[in-house]
């Protein structure tokens, strides 16, 4: 599968605990995207990472940080987790190019239910 | 500040009925619009982008400069065409931040 890989599909943690979400870019993809999308609240930016570096930042709490690894894939790390924190957590990709093929491929997310 | 704006939380219509998607935007050069979908249970996928100008499952959108708006339209809606909708803007020389809608649902009755 060339396409956008997050793992794992669903997680259930308890308040306090930390967890770690992670994805693969679609391949030939430099940028990688977090988003959080709760119930109210649509798609709620988090970070952004093109080629190793933060590129942009977003609505992300202190509690919450991401890296993206050389081979390009992204960790999201989450701590003190809290009941709120409860929500679906998509990965995007996308290649980045100034010729303005610009398009986000999305994974299927990662579902955090905090107990 | 760029920003994305999509009035309608929920859009109920009777199949068969027209449609409209409302999206504004604030961005202060040339924007590069999309409106993306997310069926029940699948990823979010791109729908259409309006460099395209194509009609993708009958939808169409129509930047307009001028009222800053970006609209999702269908003549006649289908029940498959129930989902989530997003509009997204990115813009130039800003080519990889990506601005979301908070999005509508939208329930297409039998």
């Known amino acids: 599968d060339s396409g956008v890989t997050q793992t794992p599909k669903h997680l259930i943690t308890a308040t306090g605990q930390r967890v770690t979400l992670r994805c693969s870019p679609r391949?030939?993809?430099?940028?990688v995207y977090w988003y959080q999308q709760s119930l109210d609240q649509g798609l709620q930016f988090l970070i952004q990472?093109?080629?190793?570096?933060?590129?942009a930042k977003g609505n992300i709490l202190e509690r919450f940080s991401a890296q993206q690894f050389p081979d390009l894939h992204s960790e999201l790390n989450l701590s003190s987790l809290e009941l709120g924190d409860s929500a679906l957590y998509f990965c995007?990709?996308?290649?980045?190019?100034?010729?303005?093929?610009?398009?986000?491929?999305f994974g299927a997310g990662s579902r955090l239910t905090v107990l | 500040a760029q920003r994305v704006t999509q009035p309608e939380k929920l859009l109920s219509v009777f199949k068969g009925a027209p449609v409209e998607l409302k999206c504004n935007y604030s961005?202060?050069?040339?924007?590069?619009l999309f409106w993306y979908v997310q069926y029940s249970r699948q990823r979010l996928q791109l729908l259409l982008r309006?460099?395209s100008r194509e009609s993708i499952k009958g939808f169409t959108a129509d930047l307009n400069k001028g009222e800053t708006s970006f609209h999702l339209k269908k003549p006649f809606a289908q029940e498959e065409d129930s989902a989530m909708y997003y509009c997204?803007?990115?813009?130039?020389?800003?080519?990889?931040?990506?601005?979301f809608g908070s999005g509508t649902k939208l329930n297409v009755k039998p």
């Open positions: 997204a803007l990115i813009g130039s020389g800003n080519f990889n931040k990506f601005y």
């Open positions: 995007a990709s996308s290649v980045d190019s100034k010729s303005g093929a610009n398009v986000l491929t």
């Open positions: 961005y202060s050069g040339s924007p590069e």
């Open positions: 990472y093109y080629n190793g570096e933060e590129r």
């Open positions: 309006h460099i």
């Open positions: 391949s030939g993809d430099l940028s």
